[in-house]
């Protein structure tokens, strides 16, 4: 599950990455709280027609409505807000790569509040992400660039976002996705249309096709790949997988949008990758117990785990299941049976 979870999170991060250039072309043609209610409004149409074939359980909502309502609220509404603010103030190429500090907040936060097992790996990995964060928004002499302060936090946002989603096991990653586009997408359109008529601006058709087709790929499809990846890895470490993202962001700038490249920039992007490569491997194992829990996600039933008997015959699957106490040993990351004191 560990590698069907990291090539999720890559995936994802390849959507997302591609989303960010092409979201600071419109991020200076309509109000920036319009374009990320757009955006997210676009991820609850991708995933729409799977929450529609099978609707979330009602006992499953009323189990995760707090965390669901945190994930709307700081990663639905205030993180693309702050996002598109800060791309219409910085070039496309630094706002991709400062992307990167969403991996410190998540880091920083799984292990402080939600005591997350992380490792030495994992905390020098976010270590250089770190360094080459600061490279890009400090320079002696100059002042702090606002669009790199709005997208940080952003990434504050999409950190707490991350360390609650991940957790969320109560429902599939597609109602998730459904409920935060669809209310924070909602809230975010109706502000920013307000604004713009009250401006004397108004939001040209094509642009807002463009958005939804941005926000269905870079927002839908890629936040349910992120959610069921960091179930098989953590939030922390689902993270620095999807921290790839940026770097395909900048690459896409360069090449399309003619963005300056600079040496701060190719500095923070190697010392990202090498904080990625870093934290790879990060398995640890020992003696553990698990109590018992009903959740559902995305499982196979020879993991030992999953073993129990279902109509479903099919290798893999997602269902609401029931797991009894156990105690054993092997190699676990903090995925959603293995989050337990350490």
Same mark, same amino acid.
């Given at each position: 599950?560990? #590698?069907? %979870?990291?090539?999720?999170?890559? +995936? &994802?991060? =390849?959507?997302? @990455? $591609?989303?960010? /250039? *092409?979201?600071? !072309?419109?991020?200076?043609?309509?109000?920036?709280?319009?374009?990320?209610?757009?955006?997210?409004?676009?991820?609850?149409?991708?995933?729409?027609?799977?929450?529609?074939?099978?609707?979330?359980?009602?006992?499953?909502? #009323?189990? %995760?409505?707090?965390?669901?309502? +945190? &994930?709307? =609220?700081?990663? @639905? $509404?205030?993180? /693309? *807000?702050?996002? !598109?603010?800060?791309?219409?103030?910085?070039?496309?190429?630094?706002?991709?790569?400062?992307?990167?500090?969403?991996?410190?907040?998540?880091?920083?936060?799984?292990?402080?509040?939600?005591?997350?097992?992380?490792?030495? #790996?994992?905390?020098?990995?976010?270590?250089? +992400?770190?360094?080459?964060?600061?490279?890009?928004?400090?320079?002696?002499?100059?002042?702090?660039?606002?669009?790199?302060?709005?997208?940080?936090?952003?990434?504050?946002?999409?950190?707490?976002?991350?360390?609650?989603?991940?957790?969320?096991?109560?429902?599939?990653?597609?109602?998730?996705?459904?409920?935060?586009?669809?209310?924070?997408?909602?809230?975010?359109?109706?502000?920013?249309?307000?604004?713009?008529?009250?401006?004397?601006?108004?939001?040209?058709?094509?642009?807002?096709?463009?958005?939804?087709?941005?926000?269905?790929?870079?927002?839908?499809?890629?936040?349910?790949?992120?959610?069921?990846?960091?179930?098989?890895?953590?939030?922390?470490?689902?993270?620095?997988?999807?921290?790839?993202?940026?770097?395909?962001?900048?690459?896409?700038?360069?090449?399309?949008?003619?963005?300056?490249?600079?040496?701060?920039?190719?500095?923070?992007?190697?010392?990202?990758?090498?904080?990625?490569?870093?934290?790879?491997?990060?398995?640890?194992?020992?003696?553990?117990?698990?109590?018992?829990?009903?959740?559902?996600?995305?499982?196979?039933?020879?993991?030992?785990?999953?073993?129990?008997?279902?109509?479903?015959?099919?290798?893999?699957?997602?269902?609401?299941?029931?797991?009894?106490?156990?105690?054993?040993?092997?190699?676990?990351?903090?995925?959603?049976?293995?989050?337990?004191?350490?």
């Amino acid at each position: 599950m560990e #590698r069907v %979870g990291a090539i999720r999170c890559l +995936v &994802a991060a =390849v959507l997302f @990455g $591609a989303s960010a /250039p *092409a979201a600071s !072309v419109l991020a200076g043609e309509m109000p920036a709280v319009a374009l990320a209610g757009l955006l997210y409004l676009g991820a609850a149409l991708a995933v729409l027609p799977v929450s529609a074939r099978r609707p979330p359980d009602r006992d499953a909502l #009323r189990a %995760g409505w707090a965390p669901i309502t +945190v &994930a709307v =609220v700081a990663g @639905g $509404a205030l993180g /693309p *807000a702050l996002l !598109v603010a800060g791309l219409a103030r910085t070039d496309a190429a630094t706002g991709s790569i400062m992307l990167n500090l969403e991996l410190v907040a998540t880091v920083a936060l799984a292990a402080t509040f939600f005591r997350e097992h992380l490792g030495p #790996r994992v905390l020098a990995g976010a270590a250089l +992400v770190t360094i080459g964060g600061v490279l890009l928004v400090w320079q002696p002499g100059a002042s702090l660039d606002v669009g790199a302060l709005l997208i940080a936090g952003a990434c504050l946002c999409w950190g707490l976002d991350n360390c609650v989603t991940a957790r969320l096991d109560h429902l599939a990653p597609e109602h998730v996705v459904l409920i935060k586009g669809a209310v924070a997408g909602t809230a975010n359109l109706s502000l920013g249309l307000t604004v713009a008529r009250g401006a004397g601006s108004g939001v040209d058709a094509g642009e807002i096709v463009a958005a939804l087709l941005i926000g269905a790929a870079g927002y839908g499809a890629s936040i349910t790949l992120w959610v069921k990846g960091a179930r098989d890895l953590g939030a922390a470490r689902g993270q620095l997988v999807f921290a790839t993202a940026p770097f395909i962001g900048a690459l896409i700038a360069w090449l399309t949008l003619e963005d300056p490249v600079r040496g701060a920039q190719l500095a923070a992007m190697l010392l990202a990758a090498a904080g990625v490569a870093v934290s790879l491997r990060s398995a640890h194992e020992h003696t553990h117990h698990h109590d018992p829990i009903v959740h559902e996600h995305e499982h196979i039933h020879d993991d030992g785990h999953h073993e129990h008997r279902h109509d479903d015959a099919e290798a893999r699957g997602s269902h609401r299941h029931t797991h009894p106490a156990i105690v054993h040993s092997h190699p676990h990351v903090p995925d959603l049976h293995h989050r337990h004191e350490h």
